[in-house]
């Protein structure tokens, strides 16, 4: 299992979020608070949108699989770099030597000339089971680009399938009805290859513009007998967010400031703060959805029945 | 406050009825008065709980904090009635600032004295078991009560399918309920006596089984799959809670005798253990290993029911 951590708004210095707060995201790494069980030490990846970057429209990437707690690079980088829009990603993998720990493996994946980046939390059970029936529904220019071993990046490749342009920029609406294709696509995979166990989907999409996630699992509540994921899927794959004007320190804690209209959503696995009075939990079997608009972040919610 | 005044207020705070004399009077004494004068913050939401206050005169309301700098109340204690308990035994924080609405005389009782009162396996313990139960159950139904006013217009009729019509199953293999957090605490005997004093069904996705306002006909709990907690108003809904493995639904009616507060709806497919209306009563009021093991279980649902039903409470208010 993974965390993952999302946003889009006023520029924010990266720090904040990786490091500065008590709950910050690489601090989840090795002490998440909502998953005790389970750690996440196979990786980190980022990307960062920032709009007075050289071509902006491309994201800032970094991946690396030492621990982003001991990685001196990704501080000096954090302090430095302040996006508008922001996916970052530890990642958590079962404690066996199946579990592949490579670069290519790390999140968030964008295939090279794609403008649409996605992060995955969560696994599909009896992956290599279905994996090459999902074949038929991928682009094949882009099954040739997934280049790991993880269920994530055929997710991601299956979402893009989706788009009427893989390699284009979709409207938010069109990134959002892809996913929910992609969702039922793989419904009905699971169900053709028999597979009806619990399986968490939260992905987190972005085109640097916009943000879209879900909070969703297959069969979930099933487990096969001795799993050893069991105790860490028991709860519903959890999923914050914080909405306001912006992400500052005030009175000695971080958090969301009020705006109205909002400028600014967090979205991540869990709170970065162990105050977390200024977060929401996002509804199980749900959809988010983020834009940057004129007249400031438009932000919705949707049921997804996938 | 002389310990014998402190008794006597003890004497008629309703969570402690029938609690006998000798016992009121050791609790006086490990009581500690304080006053609030209105305005005073006692503790802000998502602090660490210290203590539960017993309110002696005055009143609190308690506050939920929600973003956009926000508030809403959702509920007020008089004298008589105690506040913080819920932090207290979960361990989770406070759910709700609290603060004094007007000058306000309260006893304070630390986290070790109010888990000795129930930690015992007299009868008071479990009376006072109960009696929480009891207590968690209105909250719970004022709470909801907030949620659908939101939602207007009032809970459809529904009939929720007998007993008899659900399809009945094998029991689970023990060692997969075992690994539930629900059940990790228990003693491993005491665990199968409940596990075996119920039936087990399986149910498809879609199937209503509990109705708003109706009496629930039973005690369910989720083995495998999820059962949605709402409430529907015409075509408008919202998603109270997620019993997925390992919680329960369907026993607010049982414990204070009222109709259901909302409806349960099953999401996925599910198995479900069962008790019906009878063995539930048999089992809520027996003072042994078992009721001690089954009494925990709601508790804790209960708890988690509370700290649920606030999240969509807190999602309307940011929106408004």
């Known amino acids: 299992m993974c965390r993952i951590l999302a946003y889009l708004g006023e520029p924010l210095l990266a720090r904040h979020v990786l490091f500065d707060t008590d709950n910050s995201l690489v601090r989840q790494s090795y002490s998440p608070r909502m998953m005790n069980t389970f750690l996440n030490l196979a990786g980190f990846g980022m990307k960062a949108w920032d709009p007075t970057s050289l071509r902006p429209e491309e994201p800032f990437t970094y991946r690396a699989t030492t621990l982003p707690t001991f990685d001196r690079n990704l501080r000096y980088m954090a302090a430095k770099i302040a996006p508008t829009c922001l996916l970052a990603h530890v990642r958590g993998v079962t404690y066996s030597g199946e579990s592949v720990v490579a670069e290519t493996n790390l999140h968030p994946f964008q295939f090279p000339g794609t403008r649409v980046t996605l992060m995955h939390n969560g696994h599909l059970r009896r992956f290599a089971t279905m994996r090459y029936a999902l074949v038929e529904h991928v682009d094949p220019a882009l099954a040739q680009r997934i280049e790991g071993t993880t269920d994530s990046e055929w997710i991601y490749a299956l979402i893009l399938s989706q788009l009427a342009d893989p390699y284009g920029v979709p409207e938010t609406r069109e990134l959002a009805d892809a996913t929910a294709a992609a969702l039922r696509i793989l419904r009905r995979v699971r169900a053709d290859h028999g597979i009806d166990t619990s399986s968490p989907v939260n992905v987190c999409l972005s085109t640097g513009r916009s943000l879209v996630a879900t909070r969703f699992s297959f069969d979930y509540g099933w487990y096969p007998p001795e799993d050893e994921m069991l105790e860490t899927d028991l709860p519903f794959v959890s999923l914050w967010y914080a909405i306001g004007g912006e992400y500052a320190e005030q009175d000695g804690g971080w958090g969301m400031t009020a705006g109205d209209p909002p400028r600014s959503v967090l979205i991540a696995s869990e709170p970065l703060t162990t105050d977390s009075t200024s977060w929401l939990e996002v509804p199980e079997y749900s959809m988010l959805t983020a834009e940057l608009g004129p007249g400031g972040l438009e932000f919705e919610t949707r049921d997804l029945d996938a | ?320």
């Open chain 2, 1 to 320: 406050m002389p310990d014998a005044d402190v008794a006597a207020f003890l004497a008629t705070v309703p969570l402690l009825e029938g609690r006998a004399e000798p016992d009121l009077a050791d609790l006086a004494r490990v009581m500690r008065p304080r006053t609030a004068a209105a305005g005073d913050v006692l503790w802000h939401q998502g602090e660490e709980a210290r203590e539960v206050l017993f309110v002696v005169e005055g009143a609190l309301t308690a506050t939920l904090q929600v973003p956009g700098e926000r508030t809403v109340e959702i509920g007020r204690a008089g004298p008589g009635q105690i506040v913080g308990e819920i932090g207290l035994l979960d361990g989770r924080g406070h759910t709700m600032r609290v603060q004094a609405a007007e000058p306000t005389t309260l006893l304070a009782l630390g986290r070790l004295d109010f888990e000795a009162m129930l930690r015992g396996r007299n009868p008071a313990a479990f009376a006072l078991k109960r009696r929480l139960a009891a207590l968690f159950t209105t909250r719970l139904r004022t709470q909801l009560r907030l949620l659908a006013g939101t939602l207007g217009g009032d809970a459809a009729a529904a009939e929720a399918p007998a007993l008899a019509d659900l399809e009945q199953c094998r029991p689970p293999d023990s060692r997969y309920m075992r690994r539930m957090a629900t059940f990790h605490d228990f003693d491993p005997l005491a665990l199968w006596g409940f596990l075996t004093s119920g039936t087990y069904v399986r149910c498809p996705p879609g199937r209503t089984l509990v109705a708003e306002g109706t009496p629930s006909p039973a005690y369910f709990l989720t083995v495998n799959g999820a059962v949605e907690r709402v409430l529907v108003r015409g075509d408008r809904r919202i998603r109270v809670g997620l019993a997925g493995p390992g919680k329960a639904f369907g026993y607010e009616g049982l414990i204070d005798g009222l109709p259901s507060p909302l409806a349960a709806v099953a999401r996925e497919r599910s198995v479900l253990l069962v008790l019906p209306r009878e063995h539930f009563d048999e089992l809520f009021h027996k003072e042994d290993a078992v009721a001690r093991v089954f009494l925990e279980a709601i508790q804790r649902d209960l708890l988690a029911s509370l700290r649920h039903t606030l999240r969509p409470a807190a999602r309307l208010a940011a929106s408004v």
